[in-house]
């Protein structure tokens, strides 16, 4: 009966009863943008995305170092006076040292974010290197006005998720004149910091693909009162003040994202963490490849690999195999998807 219930409000979301604004044709197009902070041919990926006529072009580049181990962080401003538009994009994760510093404080008590709760510490940090550099673009009378959507993948989405908090948050501009869209953005901040973004009215979007761990990471706390979905899950506790926590609506593409894949806009329970969702996935440790592989292709591209090509290079090496089998609820959800046409 719980997997009926479960299935059924699945059905109700991919049938079109639900509609949060994303569009698929801006998160390609952005995925394009957050591809390029990996490399250093960001003016391919512009002219990829965007028509001649509308005269994008690369405001600045911001690289620092970020940590101990002197990694970087970086991101970058492409601007259009025709268009009035601007999308700052952050660089994910790029070393393993690096990878490794931000697990740690993934696991470590959070610190505060201009008052609005808890975020990991290690995003704090390299938050706090970069957001002199976006106040200078925020601060330009010239740019006043201008439609600024903020983006970014791995690290680079959590990065993006402080920076579009800041400036809404500290009145720098209205939640009207942002947008947020990520790509498997890890959890940020705490529960309180969840709802404090929410609360800005920020339209905030997190694309995950399938099975990407990353965004399920760190870990939140768990509900051990509620009813486990058939493979044993359960959600979040959703008033938790410093624990883990998301904001904004995640869509889950639940199997593939090759153009005109169909996804689902999560607005269910509990809120920002819908078990109808990635949410309800169990992880097993020998998948980790697997996992691993998800948070590297978006929209059925290799994300490093075609940033750093300029957004020429389309190869995708086939996703490694499930070592524990196919997943029960994942296909499931599979054969529900098919059988819904018309659904964006």
């Not at 509308?54 to 690289?63: C, G, K, L």
């Not at 979007?205 to 493979?231: E, G, M, Q, W």
């Not at 949410?279 to 994300?303: C, E, G, T």
């Not at 599979?334 to 046409?341: C, D, F, H, R, Y």
Request: hydrophobic fraction near 35%; proline fraction near 5%.
């Amino acid at each position: 009966m719980l997997l009926l219930c479960f299935l059924a409000s699945v059905l109700l979301l991919v049938a079109g009863q639900v509609q949060t604004g994303y569009q698929e044709s801006l998160a390609r197009t952005l995925l394009n943008l957050a591809g390029g902070a990996y490399g250093t041919n960001q003016e391919g990926c512009i002219l990829r995305s965007f028509p001649p006529e509308q005269q994008y072009y690369i405001y600045n580049t911001v690289v620092t170092t970020c940590d101990a181990l002197d990694s970087s962080c970086e991101f970058y401003i492409v601007n259009s006076n025709v268009t009035r538009q601007a999308f700052i994009v952050f660089r994910g994760t790029k070393t393993t040292g690096q990878l490794l510093l931000e697990g740690w404080e993934s696991y470590q008590p959070g610190t505060d974010f201009i008052g609005m709760g808890q975020v990991n510490k290690y995003f704090n940090k390299a938050h706090n290197h970069l957001w002199p550099s976006v106040l200078d673009y925020l601060a330009r009378p010239e740019f006043q006005g201008y439609q600024i959507t903020f983006t970014g993948h791995s690290l680079g989405g959590a990065l993006a998720s402080l920076a579009v908090a800041q400036t809404v948050y500290q009145r720098y501009r209205p939640a009207s004149s942002v947008l947020l869209y990520t790509f498997g953005q890890p959890r940020t901040g705490s529960y309180r910091y969840a709802m404090t973004f929410d609360g800005l009215g920020i339209k905030s979007y997190r694309v995950v693909f399938s099975d990407d761990i990353i965004p399920h990471n760190p870990s939140c706390k768990k509900n051990k009162i509620a009813t486990p979905l058939d493979n044993g899950s359960r959600p979040c506790i959703a008033d938790e003040t410093n624990q883990a926590y998301h904001h904004g609506i995640e869509i889950w593409y639940p199997e593939s994202m090759t153009p005109g894949s169909q996804y689902i806009q999560c607005v269910g329970q509990p809120v920002n963490e819908d078990m109808a969702c990635s949410d309800q996935i169990m992880f097993n440790p020998d998948d980790s490849d697997v996992y691993a592989w998800k948070h590297r292709h978006y929209f059925n591209l290799m994300v490093t690999g075609y940033g750093k090509s300029g957004c020429t290079n389309t190869t995708v090496d086939d996703a490694p195999p499930y070592h524990t089998g196919e997943r029960t609820l994942g296909s499931a959800i599979s054969s529900i998807l098919e059988a819904v046409k018309g659904r964006k």
